[in-house]
T-cell receptor, first 117, second 114 residues
Framework: AQKVTQAQTEISVVEKEDVTLDCVYETRDTTYYLFWYKQPPSGELVFLIRRNSFDEQNEISGRYSWNFQKSTSSFNFTITASQVVDSAVYFCALSETNSGSARQLTFGSGTQLTVLP | DTGVSQDPRHKITKRGQNVTFRCDPI?????LYWYRQTLGQGPEFLTYFQNEAQLEKSRLLSDRFSAERPKGSFSTLEIQRTEQGDSAMYLC????????????FGPGTRLTVT
């Protein structure tokens, strides 16, 4: 069965610091997708990125970057020059392809990021 | 361009009462998912629809829960004889089709059972 672990429950940084959120996953599938979602205080989950298991290239989008390492089953998320508006709960999630057609997401327990001014 | 909407946003009910939530997915999205999120945890999958067909239910979905998606558009999730353990945020998400993996979430319905 699939599992996602986000060991960091809470992280607090001062504005402009870089911060990395860790995500470790378990799956028996050879083909799968990984995601990051942001949940601000308003509660709505916002999709940030999807990566498939074939592509281990790191990705950068503005201040956000993602490091996918299949060898360590990790998909870490770095925010560069953090801002107060980045304060939110961040969830890593996994979707398998070989366990049926549901494509449901398995989420980690989230990391609460607080960026202090 | 409208996202996923859910109604109501908050619901307070007494134990034993029935409640119904509604979700309107992004138009043209034919997959619709329901998740439940408790405090301090990530969302957990409950069930999903491909058009009007409910294709999978998780073990979390007891027989007091029922979901429908008539005509493959909006969906409703009903909880009968609510219990305090049902208190949670109920999230709805939609995705375009079976080839699409990213899901777009609504704002959720927060249920409090007193």
């Amino acid at each position: 069965a699939q599992k996602v672990t986000q060991a960091q429950t809470e992280i607090s940084v001062v504005e402009k610091e870089d911060v990395t959120l860790d995500c470790v996953y378990e799956t028996r599938d050879t083909t799968y997708y990984l995601f990051w979602y942001k949940q601000p205080p308003s509660g709505e989950l916002v999709f940030l990125i999807r990566r498939n298991s074939f592509d281990e290239q790191n990705e950068i989008s503005g201040r956000y970057s993602w490091n996918f390492q299949k060898s360590t089953s990790s998909f870490n998320f770095t925010i560069t020059a953090s801002q107060v508006v980045d304060s939110a709960v961040y969830f890593c999630a996994l979707s398998e392809t070989n366990s049926g057609s549901a494509r449901q997401l398995t989420f980690g327990s989230g990391t609460q990021l607080t960026v202090l001014p | 361009d409208t996202g996923v909407s859910q109604d109501p946003r908050h619901k307070i009910t007494k134990r034993g009462q029935n409640v119904t939530f509604r979700c309107d997915p992004i138009s043209e999205h034919n997959r619709l998912y329901w998740y439940r999120q408790t405090l301090g945890q990530g969302p957990e999958f409950l069930t999903y629809f491909q058009n009007e067909a409910q294709l999978e239910k998780s073990r979390l979905l007891s027989d007091r829960f029922s979901a429908e998606r008539p005509k493959g558009s909006f969906s409703t999730l009903e909880i009968q004889r609510t219990e305090q353990g049902d208190s949670a945020m109920y999230l709805c998400a939609s995705s375009l089709d079976y080839l699409t993996y990213e899901q777009y979430f609504g704002p959720g319905t927060r249920l409090t059972v007193t």
